[in-house]
Nanobody
Framework: QVQLVESGGGLVQAGGSLRLSCAASGRTFSSYTMGWFRQAPGKEREFVTVISWNGGTTYYADSVKGRFTISRDNAKNTIYLQMNSLKPEDTAVYYC????????????????????WGQGTQVTVSS
């Protein structure tokens, strides 16, 4: 069983920055591929970014590319999402998740391929 706890959300003006954290339990955290997703009211959960177990592979949704950066610290069992140049359309609940074991090196953007989720943290960007 893996437990994930997100933090760092809040209210920020457009153009501002936030850094989200996701702390994970489990001795094998360093082997997990981890993702960030978000869900706005009335919308489906959407992929934001993913990072491989060693940080060697990252992938971003087009909507956040160049503005958001995912990173991880395996010594602290934590991943981060640095969000810059925030826009009102970034407003959502942000979730971190653990990707199911797939073929070596494969990262996926599909929520069904993630089997552990945090409770989410609210990010609100005002215009």
């Amino acid at each position: 069983q893996v437990q994930l706890v997100e933090s760092g959300g809040g209210l920020v003006q457009a153009g501002g920055s936030l850094r989200l954290s996701c702390a994970a339990s489990g001795r094998t955290f360093s082997s997990y591929t981890m993702g960030w997703f978000r869900q706005a009211p009335g919308k489906e959960r959407e992929f934001v970014t993913v990072i491989s177990w060693n940080g060697g592979t990252t992938y971003y949704a087009d909507s956040v590319k160049g503005r958001f950066t995912i990173s991880r610290d395996n010594a602290k069992n934590t991943i981060y999402l640095q969000m810059n140049s925030l826009k009102p359309e970034d407003t959502a609940v942000y979730y971190c998740a653990v990707q199911k074991p797939l073929a070596l090196g494969v990262v996926t953007t599909i929520p069904l391929n993630y089997n552990y989720w945090g409770q989410g943290t609210q990010v609100t960007v005002s215009s």
